[in-house]
Structures are given as structure tokens and as C-alpha cells.
């Protein structure tokens, strides 16, 4: 026997895609070839792929015409054998020794990094509507670290051990959770898909995983890559249903372990109710881990470099469509500045062009779907409508072809507009501009707008200024971030999360999420036992 230790993790380079690069060529080659032969996807139970008579298709967000091909939707019957293959499945999987789990998942990153690298980004161009740069950093990237960060995670988590007195040995065993683990993802991040459920499985638990029905197309292919690294039928089970189909059979059940959701607010607050109503239910109280909305901000001091605050905000709200959990979408500017950063602002959003991910000089493309695109732009009607709100650029769309819309910079003359208080989820943002007197002011009107506490930023040269900020703010975000953008947390660098209504800030990417998915059991051997019942102060 041996002690393992999984390889030192580093973060996988970003590529370039250059023109002219050889990632760039084979790019192209896979885009074509996904556009030229539709997907058929199936549920994944048990290790045995699952059809049924209900079939979606599925269609390009940002061309209504690009058929990527059709996935099965479940039902109950399906949803309760995803159940029933998991639970079946944790009697092997949780013996199965520690290395043997994470080599599985490191051969996923090195599959997922190698031959599957350019599918993978062309798949999340066609299916999600991004440029190839949001794919790399999101498909490819970013899980590659998930995959390799949490393997050592895991093996520093086994690590932990107490002390021991003399003639004792005290120690540690990590169990998995007893019961499945019930995955919800997202379709905004294929690095969210891939480590929801891979998170709890690579700490030998089972898991029921239900992708948002935006992103079968490429949970189809990270089901794909899983298995060929070797994950056993029944650990991961990948299903396709409405959420009628699956309260009773996963909420209520007594094997229900854990949740791992990322998704909206409401829906979190909904199932949480439904463990707590069903709590008693249960064969262990369940581990529920959330991330969900956001209304993050962007806070300028007097002092701010203006060239790199105006582009914070530009890459912060736009990027992938605003349609980031850490988008910025409200804006703090003292009115000293507001001109020069006004005009460098409108300058950068002019610029930005807008149409299909294949155009690689586009900034940005589609948003996910019509009913993102119905509730993004209820906004920026409403912001026409608004006596306290002026559009300074955009506040255009159309879903004729694709669901377009045309990234917005609203001033609002109410700092508590619902457009600075509400989650937008797409390329909207709203700007207040406040005295520069009021700095103080305004930083604590800022902490208690939004019920939300993801992501925030301040930006600015006085240190004085800065510390206030993050002392003040110090609840208002659970990523803080000085003098950048709100977006591009790095696994293994920035932990993500938020507290408030944005979810239980257990850090994905860090080491404390991953703590999450285990029970220990401590464990005391006595070498030599007592073999008298008196002790010595009875003498």
C-alpha cells in the first residue's frame, strides 16, 4: 500500500484563437462538423442510455434555422430509475479507493483539454451563443481546473488527520453523504454543468443530475467524456424532465443527500422549503448548496483610472450577454468623473458589434433563449417608460433570427430604480451618478439595495477610499474585487460564491465546497485497554 498525492494543480492556459492559428483552423473544422450532423441526445441511467416518446429539438440561439439536433425529455418513471441507479450505484462507488475516483476525473481534464477541446468550444459557440474566448475560458478552461483542483482538494481533505494522545490513534475517515446527491445546473456556464455533479462523485458519492434544458446540447457531451474516463454506470445519472416530474420523486425521498443547485433564486427558496417541510422524511439531513442570483455592482471613487473603469464596466456587463451570475449591472459614479466616463463608455459600447458567434469580431451574440429575451427586454421597455431613466445606448432587439438584443446603458436619476435593484440576467446596465461628498453615503445605499451579495467591485487609486469600501462592503459581495471587472473568478484563486439571497457562498473552486460532500467519522483505537473500572482519585 501507498500514501497517493494527485499532480501539483495549475490553472490550463487560455488559448488565442488567432487568425491563422492552428486552434483556429481546427475550431472551424469542428464547427462545421456539429452544424453538419445533428446531435441525438439521450438520458443517461444507470450507464445505459434512455430514450423517450417525447423529443425537443433543439435550435442555435443566435440562428433559429441552425437545427443542433433533439434530446429526449424523461418523466417520473425515468426520473425515479435515475434514483433508484444511484442509490443502487453508492454501494460500490463509495468503496472504491480514493486515487481510482480521481484518476477517472483527471483523465476527464485530459480529455477535455485534448481531443475533446475544440468540440467542446464549438459545441458551447452553437448551443450558448458564445465567442470562442468565452468558451475557452468557460467549457474548456475552467472545468479543466474544476477537475484537477478538486482532485487535490480532495486529497489534502483526506489529509486532514488529528492528533493522537499516548497508547491512542485518533483518526479521520471522510465518508461520502449517505444518499444521492441532486445536481442542478445551469445553462450560462459548462464549467457550472461539469462541476456540479462531478464535485460530490469524486468524494464518492452518487448523483442525480438534471442540466437546464438550454444545455443538453453540451451536457450530452461532457456525459461523453465522463464515461470514457471511466466513471461507472450509475454514479452521475443524467436526466431530462420538467420540474412536475421530479419534486416528489428526488425532493421528497429518503435517499436525498445533498443538493448542488446553481440556477435562480426563487427556485432555490422553493426547494429548500420542500426539504424543510419533508425534513423529517429523510435518513440524514440533507446538505443543500446554492448558488444562485445576482445584482452586482460596480462602485467608482473620485480617484479611479477612468480609461480602465469605463472598460470594467463595458467587459463586466456584456460579456456572454450579461448573462454571468457576476455581471455588473448597476454602476456607482461620483459626478466629478461621470463625463469622461460617459463619453469613454459610449465610445467602447459603440464599437462593440453584435451577431453570430462564427463571426469572431462580433463582442456579442445571442441571449439563450425567448424567454431570457422576453424578460431582458420587459427592462428596457420599462426603462423607455421611466420618467427617472434615460437610455444613453442601446435598448434595441429583435428575435427574428436570434434572440439579439443590443448591449443598454441606462442613467437613473433613483438609486433605488427596479433596474438597480433587480436581477437582469442579460446586457442591461444602469448607472447612478452620486456627489463625490456622498462617498460614504452612497457605499452604504449600495450595501442595502440589493437582497443579493455575489459579486462587486470598487474601483479607485485612494487607498483611504478602497479600505472604506471593502469595510463597508463587506457583506455585499462574497467575490470582492479591487479595481477590475466583477467576473472571471479563477478556480483555485478566487473561490465563487455570495451569501444573502445569493446562495450559500460554499466556494466552488475551493476547497471549502468540497468539504460539503463529506461526513467524517472520527475514529479512537485504544492500543491497551484498562482493565479496572476505578480511577486514581478514588484511592
Known sequence: ??????????????????????????????????????????????????????????????????????????????????????????????????????????????????????????????????????????????????????????????????????????????????????????????????????????????????????????????????????????????????????????????????????????????????????????????????????????????????????????????EFQGQKCSASSRCYIPRSIWPQVKELVLKQVGELRMGDPEDFTNFVNAVIDEAAFDSITSYIDYAKECRADEILIGGGYDKSRGYFIEPTVVLTSDPHDKLMEEEIFGPVVAVFVYEDEAYAKTLHECDTTSPYALTGAIIGNDRKAVELAERMLRHAAGNFYINDKPTGAVVGQQPFGGGRASGTNDKAGGIQNMLRWTSPRAIKETFVMPRDYKYPFMG
Open 1 to 318: 500500500m501507498s500514501v497517493f498525492k494527485v499532480p501539483f494543480p495549475n490553472n490550463e492556459p487560455v488559448r488565442a484563437y488567432a487568425p491563422g492559428s492552428p486552434d483556429r483552423t481546427e475550431l472551424q473544422k469542428a464547427l462545421a462538423k456539429l452544424k453538419g450532423n445533428p446531435l441525438e441526445i439521450p438520458l443517461v441511467i444507470g450507464g445505459r442510455e434512455v430514450t423517450t416518446d417525447k423529443k425537443i429539438e433543439i435550435s442555435a440561439p443566435h440562428d433559429h434555422d441552425l437545427k443542433l439536433g433533439y434530446y429526449y425529455q424523461g418523466g417520473k418513471a425515468e426520473v425515479k430509475m435515475a434514483v433508484e441507479a444511484a442509490v443502487e450505484a453508492q454501494k460500490t462507488w463509495a468503496l472504491t479507493p480514493w486515487e481510482h475516483r480521481a484518476a477517472i476525473f483527471l483523465k476527464a481534464a485530459e480529455l477535455l483539454a485534448g481531443p475533446y477541446r475544440h468540440t467542446m468550444n464549438a459545441a458551447t459557440m452553437l448551443a450558448h451563443s458564445k465567442t470562442i474566448y468565452q468558451a475557452e475560458i468557460d467549457a474548456v478552461c475552467e472545468l479543466v481546473d474544476f477537475f484537477r483542483f478538486n482532485a487535490y482538494y480532495m486529497q489534502q481533505i483526506y489529509e486532514v488527520q488529528p492528533e493522537s494522545a499516548p497508547g491512542i490513534w485518533d483518526r479521520l475517515d471522510h465518508r461520502p453523504l449517505e444518499g444521492f446527491v441532486f445536481a442542478v445546473t445551469p445553462f450560462n456556464f459548462v464549467s457550472i454543468n461539469g462541476n456540479l455533479p462531478t464535485a460530490p462523485a469524486m468524494l464518492g458519492n452518487v448523483v442525480v443530475w438534471k442540466p437546464a434544458s438550454t444545455a443538453t446540447y453540451t451536457s450530452h457531451l461532457l456525459m461523453k467524456i465522463f464515461r470514457e474516463a471511466g466513471l461507472p454506470g450509475g454514479v452521475i445519472n443524467m436526466i431530462f424532465a420538467r420540474g412536475s416530474a421530479i419534486g416528489d420523486t428526488v425532493l421528497r425521498n429518503e435517499h436525498l443527500a445533498g443538493i448542488h443547485f446553481t440556477g435562480s433564486t426563487p427556485t432555490f427558496q422553493n426547494m429548500w422549503k420542500t426539504v424543510g417541510d419533508n425534513i423529517a422524511n429523510y435518513r440524514c439531513y440533507p446538505r443543500i448548496v446554492g448558488e444562485t442570483g445576482g445584482k452586482d455592482f460596480i462602485f467608482a471613487h473620485n480617484s479611479a483610472d477612468v480609461q480602465g473603469l469605463a472598460t470594467a464596466i463595458v467587459r463586466g456587463s456584456f
